[in-house]
């Protein structure tokens, strides 16, 4: 139980396009999901909570005119990269809270973006 | 500013043996505490949670906390080369904060 996949899990695209990666649970529904980016040897850095109906919260020094976030079902929310620049090449990781009690987040298997 | 500490290793353990990897943080309001796994190049799993003093067993793995040292430890026993990789801490509730991560090498 409590699976999340991602998609796409890689995406090569030039500077200056936009690029939407989706996050779906697959046997649970998610009122809430959670977008991570991770740079090489970093840890995870939260970019925004996503709630489903509603709009996003970004953590503070995210774009969210760069970053958009939509969760208009329980089962999915998309993150847009829009004008993408070489250096939000990264790995964007989504998950979901799940459905215990315990506010555990289960993670997709993550979008390695790069941008040329 | 809330924290999350782990050393980052590597913490070199052979086949079969203990390992223990160890995490603080800062934000006393922390109600739940999580070990994620994650290989190299892939995203975190999930491996163990916990929420009150103590410990908690699961298999291999036995998480403990004490939250007025607010200290979070994980020991792996019977440790194999696939357990090889970073241990991620976090804690918090409605959103975690992660520490940078333990790197673990078991070697055979």
């Known amino acids: 139980g409590a699976v999340v996949s991602q998609h796409p899990s890689r995406v090569i695209c030039k500077s200056g396009t936009s690029v939407k990666i989706e996050c779906r649970s697959l046997?649970?529904?998610?009122?809430?999901m959670f977008w991570y980016r991770q740079f090489p040897k970093q840890s995870l850095m939260l970019m925004a909570t996503?709630?489903?109906?509603?709009?996003?919260?970004?953590e503070q020094g995210v774009e969210k005119d760069k970053f958009l976030i939509n969760h208009a079902s329980l089962t999915l929310s998309t993150l847009t990269v829009t004008s993408a620049h070489p250096e939000d090449s990264s790995f964007y990781i989504c998950?979901?809270?799940?459905?215990?009690?315990?506010?555990?987040?289960?993670f997709g298997p993550g979008t390695r973006l790069t941008v040329l | 500013q809330k924290e999350v500490e782990q050393n980052s290793g590597p913490l070199s353990v052979p086949e079969g043996a203990i390992a223990s990897l160890n995490c603080t943080y800062s934000?006393?309001?922390?109600?739940?505490f999580f070990w994620y796994r994650q290989y190299s190049g892939k995203s975190p799993e999930l491996i163990m949670s916990?929420?009150?003093?103590g410990d908690k067993e699961d298999g291999r793995f036995t998480a403990q906390l004490n939250k007025a040292s607010q200290y979070v430890s994980l020991l792996i026993r019977d440790s194999q080369p696939s357990d090889s990789a970073t241990y991620l801490c976090?804690?918090?509730?409605?959103?975690?904060?992660f520490g940078k991560g333990t790197m673990l090498l078991v070697s055979p």
């Open positions: 998950s979901a809270l799940g459905p215990g009690p315990y506010n555990e987040q289960f």
């Open positions: 046997d649970f529904q998610a009122t809430t």
């Open positions: 996503s709630n489903e109906g509603s709009k996003a919260t970004y």
């Open positions: 934000d006393r309001g922390s109600q739940s």
């Open positions: 916990i929420y009150s003093n």
């Open positions: 976090a804690s918090g509730y409605s959103t975690l904060t």
